[in-house]
């Protein structure tokens, strides 16, 4: 589907790091500034047990997960609104993903310097985040001195786009992202075309030393989450050196050292899963003896608009969709079990999509 999270933050935080171990890429890591110009992007597997068990089920010929991608975008600095660290290139990067993950340093090492040359995630946090309004706040008045040229004619579609952008610029005055402006559902999608940095949905990434994985005593850490309570925004909280070790393992030496730091799955697979459900995407599957395959769609999706996911031309041709629930196939081990319970559906156009929904659709050729 083309959705991706940009990984942004100050220089020296660990985003490059957690980069390669997202995607093994390979991006630099090096204890100073700038290290990443040029934004690195990699696609990845998003984690999801289901599909192993559909594939336990189904034994077919392959099996094929769904994805998300991630981009690297270089570290921010105080000023780059205006210029500082080649931050107007970093922030055009921004501009271009559909949701942030910001990624926060989390751990004390005199070995890694700080840009600031003090550990303070909140402080971080509000450089980072003055930067993106400060971006948005120009571009937006420049966007808004056109449109209310046009709203002066009398056009009434320009005066509704110029009450959006007051309502925005208001807020982004004020300091505050974008995104905290209260919208009706058709000011939301005016507001989208705006392509603003500060109303895109962000997961704060607290990035902790391998001695601190086993314990969560870590008073950083409790200030991102406090801080980031206040957004309703997600956390994640990882060690980025332990997964970049631990990524080039082989899937069974992964479980063991997370089975002895008590963990049962990576901080990658959190960070990958939290991305996922961020962009406000859901995973159906199809199943059978060829192909077990997962799927991405928005969460709302109907029959038909889940059906083009596939194929394009699977929308206009859609006849009605044939739908069991994974949890029913998981519970029975066959689907024929379950069909014979009375629980597959069958679902018109009309029909919303549901995660884990296991889905045959009927189509006209």
């Not at 957690?18 to 696609?43: M, R």
């Not at 942030?100 to 980072?128: L, M, S, Y």
């Not at 001195?145 to 004619?153: D, E, F, G, I, N």
């Not at 392509?195 to 001695?211: E, G, H, M, Q, R």
Request: include cysteine.
């Amino acid at each position: 589907m083309a959705l991706n999270c940009g990984i942004v933050g100050l220089p020296n935080v660990g985003k490059s790091t957690i980069f390669n171990a997202l995607t093994k890429a390979g991006a630099q890591a090096a204890n100073y500034p700038f290290c990443t110009i040029e934004p690195n992007t990699g696609v990845v597997e998003v984690p999801d047990e289901r599909l192993n068990r559909l594939a336990e089920v189904y034994k077919p010929k392959r099996t094929v997960p769904t994805m998300i991608e991630f981009v690297d975008i270089a570290g921010l600095v105080k000023g780059a609104s205006q210029g500082e660290g080649l931050g107007n290139q970093f922030l055009s990067h921004i501009r271009e993903v559909d949701a942030i993950c910001h990624v926060v340093r989390a751990f004390q090492d005199e070995n890694i310097t700080h840009v600031h040359g003090k550990v303070d995630p909140i402080e971080d946090i509000t450089v980072i985040n003055y930067e993106l309004i400060l971006a948005d706040l120009d571009s937006l008045e420049k966007q808004q001195q056109r449109v209310a040229k046009t709203a002066k004619t009398g056009n009434k579609e320009a005066a509704e786009i110029l009450s959006v952008m007051d309502k925005i610029l208001d807020a982004l005055k004020k300091g505050n992202r974008a995104s905290t402006v209260e919208l009706g559902e058709e000011e939301k999608k005016i507001a989208k075309k705006f392509n603003l940095i500060t109303i895109k949905p962000v997961l704060y990434v607290a990035n902790i030393l391998d001695s601190d994985v086993k314990t969560s005593e870590n008073p950083l850490v409790k200030t991102i989450i406090d801080f980031a309570s206040k957004e309703n925004a997600p956390v994640v909280v990882l060690c980025g050196r332990f997964e970049e070790e631990i990524s080039g393992l082989e899937k069974e030496d992964q479980l063991a050292f997370l089975e002895e730091i008590g963990e049962k799955e990576s901080g990658l697979s959190r960070m990958i899963r939290a991305s996922y459900k961020l962009l406000g995407l859901l995973t159906f599957f199809t199943a059978g003896v060829e192909e077990v395959r997962a799927w991405t769609t928005h969460q709302g999706s109907t029959g038909p608009v889940a059906a083009s996911v596939i194929h394009s031309d699977f929308e206009k041709g859609y006849i009605r969709a044939e739908v069991m629930r994974y949890e029913d196939i998981d519970r029975t081990g066959d689907a024929t079990k379950v069909k014979d319970e009375g629980k597959l559906r069958v679902e018109g156009k009309e029909y919303i999509v549901q995660d884990g929904d296991v889905i045959y659709f009927r189509v006209n050729a």
